[in-house]
């Protein structure tokens, strides 16, 4: 059974009577040395390593988001150019025929 907090000293901080206790750890710690972090107590070595946890699980699925805007980026100019080049293959033959650069010249 542990003693009451009132007897508990900080850990980093020996002369510093405890105010909380790390839910995540079990430490004792005082007011200086802990910080709340979603609605409960927590010190600083135990944030770090959550925090952490939280960035790594992000990080795993950002090389998607990084392949993802490129390829999209490729795909829209293919598809532009795809289209542009449709569009002058329509043209009709008669159109290259000359008539009109002749016309320009005199």
């Given amino acids: 059974m542990t003693p009451a907090l009132t007897l508990q000293r ?3 901080h020996p002369g510093r009577e405890a105010a909380a206790r790390c839910p995540e750890c079990g430490r004792f ?3 200086e040395c802990i ?4 609605d409960r ?4 070595d135990c944030l770090k390593r959550i925090s952490r946890a939280g960035q790594k ?7 998607f988001g990084r392949m993802l ?3 999209l980026g490729l795909l829209l100019a293919w598809f532009f150019f795809y289209e542009i080049g ?5 043209i009709p033959s008669s159109f290259h025929s000359g008539t009109l650069w002749r ?3 005199q």
């Fill in 86 to 90: 449709r569009g002058l293959a329509a």
């Fill in 29 to 31: 710690f005082c007011r």
């Fill in 57 to 63: 699980r992000r990080d795993r699925f950002a090389w």
């Fill in 103 to 105: 016309l320009q010249q």
């Fill in 69 to 71: 805007w490129p390829s």
């Fill in 35 to 38: 910080t709340e972090h979603e």
């Fill in 10 to 12: 900080c850990i980093h």
């Fill in 41 to 44: 107590v927590i010190c600083a």
